[in-house]
């Protein structure tokens, strides 16, 4: 079974910094796309950031040169490091791992914004 556990959530003040770890098991992530994405109260499921497995990323036009994804693939890992961080960036964020016909996400990590 894959399994995808997000961890690195929590609170923090504008302008704080998080690192998001997501941590899979029951696969190798080394050929997978791989994904953040968030939520937040009455809002869609967004794509924050994805990664191929050759290291090409794309971003959110609002998280672009505040956010950072990146995958250690020795680790079976993949982090989004989130810098300058604003109320808006407040949501749950999920970790989305795609190969060949499938899809799987992890249960979520709160991330909180607040002054």
């Known amino acids: 079974q894959v399994q995808l556990v997000e961890s690195g959530g929590g609170a923090v003040q504008p302008g704080g910094s998080l690192r998001l770890s997501c941590a899979a098991s029951g696969t190798n992530l080394r050929f997978y796309v791989m994904g953040w994405y968030r939520q937040a109260p009455g809002k869609q499921r967004d794509l924050v950031a994805n990664i191929t497995p050759g290291g090409t990323v794309n971003y959110a036009d609002s998280v672009m040169g505040r956010f950072t994804i990146s995958r250690d693939n020795a680790k079976n890992t993949v982090y989004l490091q989130m810098n300058s961080l604003q109320p808006e960036d407040t949501a749950v964020y999920y970790c989305?791992?795609?190969?060949?016909?499938?899809?799987?996400w992890g249960q979520g990590t709160q991330v909180t914004v607040s002054s």
């Open positions: 989305q791992a795609i190969f060949v016909g499938a899809i799987y």
